[in-house]
Every structure is written in C-alpha cells, then in structure tokens.
C-alpha cells in the first residue's frame, strides 16, 4: 500500500463528489473521482486504488454491475452508498461483492470508520489469519474453541460459537443475514432468519452487559448484522 | 298430451261456461214471459226480451249477450208469436218485429260488451300500471346494481307468476357481471312441464347490458304481457344507468378530493421544508461571512443547527416517500422473522440526540416470540411514535414503550407518554393524513406521521388506534405472532459443557 492511500469515488452527484474530496484530502487520502459507472471502471483498471466509494445509482450502469465487473479481477474493498429505502438494494450489493454501505445521507465520521474497517480487513485478507481475536473484554480464540471475557471462561454452544467467530472475524463489517446463515447453518439454510435472531439473542445474553442495549453484536435493520470492536 | 288437455280444461270455463250460463238464463227468461203470457201485454214481451239479453251481455261479454239475442229472437218467434209452437210467421207485420227485435237485441249486447271489454282491459292497464310504479318505486331507493338486478327479478317473477327468472347483467368494464336467478334453489324442471320462454334484452342507448330470461307455465304470452316485460326491461335499464352514473361521479369525487389533498400536501411540505432551509442557510453563510470571527462555542453552536436541521430535512423527506409508497399501494413490506427487541434498539440508537429531554422506559419481556414483519417498517413506526410523543409531552416526562403477547396470534404494543390528552372525537381522525390535533405553531410536522403508521401496520395485517390513559396519552397496535399460521421453528441445541464443535 502506497503511504498515501488511494480512494476511488464513483457518484454522479457533483456536489457530493466536491465534498468527498475536500473531507478526504484533508483526511490524507489520495482521492478520484468518478461520475459514470463505466468511467470508474476504467479509471479503476489505470490506477488501481486502495479503495472504492461506490454510489448505487449511476446514470450509465447499475451499481450493482459496476460491483460485480470490479469482483471480475479486484478484492479492493468495496463501500456502497445507498438510501434508506432500498435495504434489498444494499443486501444485492453486499452479496455481490461489496464489502460495506453506508446510508444517504450520512455523517463524515460514520464514513471514516467504514473506510478504517475496509481498510484493516483488507490488510488482514491478504496477511496471516489471526488466531486469537481480542476486543473490549472479550478474547476469541479461533483454534482452541475458546472465548473469555474478562479471564473467564464463557461456556458456548457449538453453534453459537460459530456464530460469534464468524461475526468477529469479520469485525466492523456489516455481514447479511444470508451470509451469516449459510457460513454458520449451512448454504440450505440461507433464509432462516429465525435460527439467526434466536442465536444472536443467547449469545447477547452471554456476552452483553445490558443484551437491550448491545454493544458488540449489532443489528442493521433489513440487512444483517456487524459486529464492534472498540478501537 | 294429456297435459294439453288438462290445460285445456283448466280454461273451459271462460269459453264455454259464459254462453251455457246465457242459454240458461235465456231459458229461464221465456219461462217466466210464457208463465206471464196472460198479463202482460204481448207488445211488452218484446221489451221484456231485451232486459235477460242486456243482463247476459254485461256478465259474461259479448259473445253470451249475442247468443242470448238470438235465442230471445227464436223464444219469441216460437212462444209469442202467431202461430205459436212453430217458426212460421204469418204476418208480415210480425216478421218486421222480429227482424227489428234481432236487430236492437244484438246491437244492445254488443255495445254492452263492448264496454265490459274495455272496462276488463282498463282494470288490466291498471293493474300493469301498479305493478309498473311498484317495480319504478322499489328501484328508485336502489343504488348497488347487484340490488336492482334482484329488485328486477323479484318483481318479474311475481308479475308474470314465472317459474323461473334469470337477470343477467355483464361485465363491460364498467359495472361487474351479476346474475340473479329465481327461485333459489332447486331449478323447476323446464323440461317435462309445458314451459314458455321469453326474453328481454337490457339495453342501454348505447350498448346491450345483459337480458332478463322469464319461463312459465302456459298461456302463451300475450303482447301487452311482453310489452309489460319490455318496459320493466326499460325501467331496469334506468336504474342500472343511474347507478352507474352515480358510481361515476362517487369516484370523480374521490378524485378530487385526492387532488385538494395533494395541493394541501404541497403546501405544507413546502413550508415544512423552508423551515430547516432557513436555519441551514443562516448558519452557513453566517460561518461564511467574513466580517465576523466567531468564537468556538458559536461555531459549533451553528453547526449543531445545520446538523439537526439536516436530519429533520431528512426525516420529511423519508415521511413523504413513506406516504407516497402508501398511497400508491407499493409497501411491499419485506417480512422476515424479527426480533422487537432488536427494532427497539435499533430505533432508539437512531434518535439518541432527539431523545436527551425525555425519559424512556422499555418494558418488554425477555420470552417475546419472534414476529414476522419487515424490521425497517415497523421500525419506522416506532420512530414516529416516539417523535410525535417528544412533540406533544413535555420535557422531562416519560415516553414508555410497552410489548405483551395479547393471545397467541397476537402482539400487541403500546407507546405511551405524559403528553395531553385527545378529544374522544379526534381519536380515529388523527391517523388521517394532515390531521393535527392543536394548531399551535409550537408543533411542527407535515402531518403524516401517524398516518404512515397506520399505512405500515395495516400493511402487516395489524391494527392502531389511540387512547386516552388516566395520566397521559398511548397509541396501541397489534401485529401478527404467526405467517400462514406458523411460528417460527428453531432446532433446539442442547448445552453443551465445552465450546468444540467437533466433539
């Protein structure tokens, strides 16, 4: 990665270009931009970016090909920007290959996080596996089956700690339920969404403080879920 | 065959009882006149003669009251005159009375026929004509068609004492196909009785609308039957017409008063909408303005004004395509199984900054079953509960979000808050859109939150109303425990001492 990351925005809305490169320049990040899908597809190709803000409504393309022709060759992090209304929309982008979204309209430092996210799972992807996961109070170890918080043991089910592994070592991202279904249940059990609820709501009553107001597991309405590591 | 001759007997009556009748009374007359022969004055007879032949005349119509003249005119040639107990006449003069005596007998019985014939078709007009007023009277109250289509039937069926009535309106894109069919149940048998048809076309100026098809026993119809028929046809035909003329204007009505409620919408949203724009643009250029240094504190004064301004903006705008999905039948809710919990949390997070003057208390149960909805929507239900009940309530009271099963199906919620109460007469009229219960400039809102509310959970098959509480204000809705009559089913995990999966 070059010291000064690279940021690829594709939106056609002038105005939301001219603030994204302002905010993301001051950032320290390297910015281009983009108004059509197929203009950020070549721009992509020319000068390969650390990563990718992506609008779903471009006037050439749909930004959902534009996300499936970049999964052609590319694992740059993908960040999507949608509105309120089409959390089917955002759930087809990120089973499409996008790695996040972020709802219109939206606040700088909701969208800095996202980037910081993107960014370290990037550089996990392509680095070692970690076998130990540790956040807050919690230690997650992968290879031993293990999770402590605070020093103690937290007795799991098999599969709620296959749900909790999956969800952390995915920290920050925003995951769909079908994702999270077929990785944990089985691919035949993609739509299940009851199995879903019914795990999240023991493992929050295991791990959380307060399970009504969760601080690791979080839910994304329409979409999925995303787990938070304090940083 | 048979029939025909049971038929047949069924009317000897009217054809041949008549004259029989007149042929006795005939009979009986000349008795008493021979009886009487030796005090009366022969020239009377013949006086007397006509009084038996008027009689049959007017009982039983003209064809009796001629037979009668004829017999008179043989009973006198035969009894009275000379010589008597024959037909021969011997004096001319004689002949000329008899002649003369036919003569005035027959006309006498026609004319009184006549008028009996009119009199008995002047009593059918009338009865027609009543029968004609009842079926207009009936079907002038009438607006629904499947309505006047039975109002048809009922009335053809007693007028003509059919066996069966079938009114058949069809579908032209303009009214619904209804057919009405008399009496109900099992069908007489068309078959084996001697059963006539008649038909009579709905028509309309413009197109055919359907038909009215009557069978009955015998007699044959007669044409002032058909043409009766034919205008109850017409009289139907106006009444469906009307009615559907008044559906018409029902709906042009509806129309516009959809179209005054767009206009009315446009000009709250635009005023909605100016408010935050100002706020933003003061702000804004304020911060850009040259001329002043601000200070920190107001710096970032102004910039939390175009950040609250910026999620209000954002809130109208999410309220108006809210409605307009609604309104446009385009919900669509996308259920899934959800967990209320979860959508609490959700919401709350998302209104963190609006929520720092109230409490709020959740009070739902940790065992809530799972309920199948679209977790965006009901969401979104929340959300303007919540906001209205922070606009309404004062500050630091509490706004209180409660959830039970009511029965097994059943959820049922309620967001509850120290606010004022509602006049009992407001509380249906507040979910209806632009519907605000006090006009104070305090409260701010296009109007539409509670009414995309009631749009959301109608949509999930639930119900919401409002009510008043001893201490405060609550709306309540339910929302299904089931899809198609299931709960959800999770496989059951025992709990295992050690956390591997493998073993």
């Known amino acids: 990665m070059s010291p000064q990351p690279h940021i690829l925005v594709i939106d056609d809305e002038p105005q939301i270009l001219r603030a994204m490169r302002t905010i993301l320049t001051a950032k320290q990040f390297k910015v281009s931009t983009a108004a059509r899908g197929e203009e950020g597809l070549a721009l992509a190709a020319v000068q390969p970016p650390d990563l990718i803000i992506l609008d779903l409504s471009l006037p050439d393309i749909d930004g959902l090909e534009v996300c499936k022709r970049l999964r052609e060759w590319t694992q740059v992090p993908i960040i999507v920007l949608s509105v309120r209304e089409s959390e089917r929309d955002k759930v087809m982008a990120l089973d499409s290959g996008a790695d996040d979204y972020l709802t219109k309209p939206f606040g700088v430092e909701e969208l800095l996080a996202r980037i910081r996210v993107a960014q370290r799972h990037a550089v996990r992807s392509t680095g070692a596996k970690q076998p130990i996961i540790t956040t807050g109070d919690l230690e997650i170890d992968l290879a031993d089956h293990r999770v402590k918080q605070r020093g103690n043991l937290i007795k799991l089910t098999a599969t709620e700690f296959k749900l909790l592994a999956y969800l952390a070592s995915h920290a920050g991202r925003v995951l769909t339920y079908g994702a999270i279904l077929s990785h944990v249940w089985g691919p035949g059990e993609y739509d299940h969404v009851e199995y879903l609820r019914v795990y999240v709501r023991q493992l929050r009553k295991k791990l959380e403080a307060d399970p009504y107001q969760p601080r690791y597991i979080i839910n994304e309405p329409g979409v999925g879920y995303r787990f938070i590591t304090e940083d | ?503």
């Not at chain 2, 039937?153 to 003509?160: K, L, M």
């Open chain 2, 1 to 503: 065959m048979r029939l025909q001759k049971k038929d047949f007997l069924l009317h000897w009556p009217d054809t041949l009882s008549h004259p029989l009748m007149a042929a006795l009374v005939m009979l009986a007359a000349t008795g008493i006149l021979y009886a009487l022969r030796q005090v009366i004055n022969p020239l009377s007879v013949e006086l007397l003669y006509l009084l038996p032949v008027g009689l049959c005349a007017t009982v039983w119509g003209l064809d009796s009251g001629v037979l009668a003249a004829i017999l008179a005119f043989l009973g006198l040639n035969y009894f009275f005159i000379e010589p008597r107990f024959t037909f021969f006449v011997h004096r001319g003069q004689d002949i000329i009375v008899l002649v003369v005596f036919l003569g005035v007998a027959i006309f006498i019985s026609q004319m009184v026929g006549r008028t009996r014939n009119s009199l008995a078709a002047a009593r059918a007009r009338e009865r027609d004509a009543i029968r004609l007023y009842k079926l207009s009277e009936e079907l002038a109250e009438l607006l629904d068609d499947r309505a006047i289509v039975l109002c048809i039937a009922q009335n053809v069926f007693e007028t003509f004492q059919a066996s069966r009535v079938e009114v058949a309106i069809s579908d032209k894109g303009r009214r619904d196909s209804i057919s009405v069919t008399l009496p109900d149940g099992q069908p007489p048998n068309l078959e084996v009785s001697p059963h006539t048809a008649m038909r009579i076309p709905l028509q309309s100026p413009e197109e055919s609308i359907g038909e009215i098809r009557v069978w009955r026993m015998l007699p044959e119809w007669s044409s002032a039957e058909e043409r009766l028929l034919q205008t109850f046809s017409y009289q139907g035909v106006i009444a469906l017409e009307r009615s559907r003329l008044i559906q018409a204007e029902t709906r042009a009505r509806v129309l516009e008063e959809s179209d005054r409620m767009k206009t009315s919408l446009l000009s709250s949203v635009s005023h909605e909408l100016r408010t935050p724009l100002a706020t933003i643009k003061a702000a804004s250029t304020g911060l850009l303005s040259q001329t002043v240094s601000w200070d920190s504190k107001a710096r970032n004064e102004l910039l939390l004004a175009i950040e609250e301004e910026t999620d209000h903006l954002n809130l109208l705008v999410g309220n108006l395509l809210d409605m307009s999905r609604i309104e446009s039948g385009a919900l669509n809710p996308d259920r899934r199984w959800n967990a209320l919990d979860e959508i609490l949390d959700s919401v709350l997070n998302r209104l963190r900054t609006t929520l720092r003057n109230h409490r709020i208390e959740v009070d739902v149960p940790e065992d809530l079953p799972l309920i199948y909805v679209d977790d965006v929507q009901i969401g979104q239900v929340f959300a303007n509960l919540i906001n209205n009940s922070l606009k309404y309530a004062p500050e630091d009271t509490v706004v209180r979000i409660m959830a039970r099963k009511h029965d097994p199906d059943t959820l049922m919620v309620q967001v509850s808050n120290q606010g004022p109460h509602v006049a009992e007469d407001d509380l249906e009229k507040i979910f209806e859109k632009f519907h605000r219960v006090t006009s104070s400039d305090r409260i701010t809102g296009t109007g539409l939150g509670l009414s995309i509310c009631k749009g959301i959970v109608e949509a999930h098959g639930g119900r919401i109303w409002a009510e008043n509480l001893p201490e405060g204000f609550a709306i309540d809705f339910t929302l299904p425990l089931t899809w198609n009559g299931t709960f959800p089913q999770v496989p059951e995990e025992y709990e295992s001492t050690a956390a591997h999966p493998g073993n």
